[in-house]
């Protein structure tokens, strides 16, 4: 048999670590070095990692493992407090991105309108999407 702390030392253990964790996570992440080069040269494992996760159905394996009511509860407790934070923070990027699509958008010269909707579709839909598509596929 193998002897542990138990799962209350474990809770207790991952209770007194959460005011501790922010400020390691920050420390962690201005220690590290080449982050997006490391990343790129293991491209490769992580999608042998991606492949052997869907071949063992990993994904439906760990949604089997919730209720919809558990997803929702833990949506709200977390995610909610935690989405407006990380919008505010990110704005910039938000600013960058969305200035590109719109630019991308506004470059684009459409035909008139038509009573035909598919025609509409066709002629109005389909250039707005051929055109970001094919700017962004880079």
């Known amino acids: 048999m193998v002897e542990t702390k138990g799962a209350a030392t474990a809770v207790k253990n991952w209770e007194d670590a959460i005011s501790k964790v922010p400020t390691r996570y920050e420390q962690g992440v201005q220690a590290a070095k080449n982050v997006i080069e490391k990343s790129k040269a293991a491209e490769d494992l992580w999608k ?46 938000f600013r960058a991105g969305i200035s590109e699509v719109i630019s991308v958008i506004e470059s684009i010269q459409l035909e008139s309108r038509t009573a035909d909707p598919e025609a509409n579709v066709d002629r109005r839909v389909k250039p707005i999407v051929k055109a970001l598509h094919e700017h962004f596929k880079k």
């Open 48 to 93: 042998e990692k991606i492949i052997d996760a869907a071949n063992r159905e990993a994904r439906k394996k760990g949604l089997e493992k919730v209720t919809d009511s558990e997803w929702k509860a833990a949506a709200l407790s977390k995610g909610k407090a935690r989405i407006g934070e990380g919008m505010r923070a990110s704005l910039d990027k």
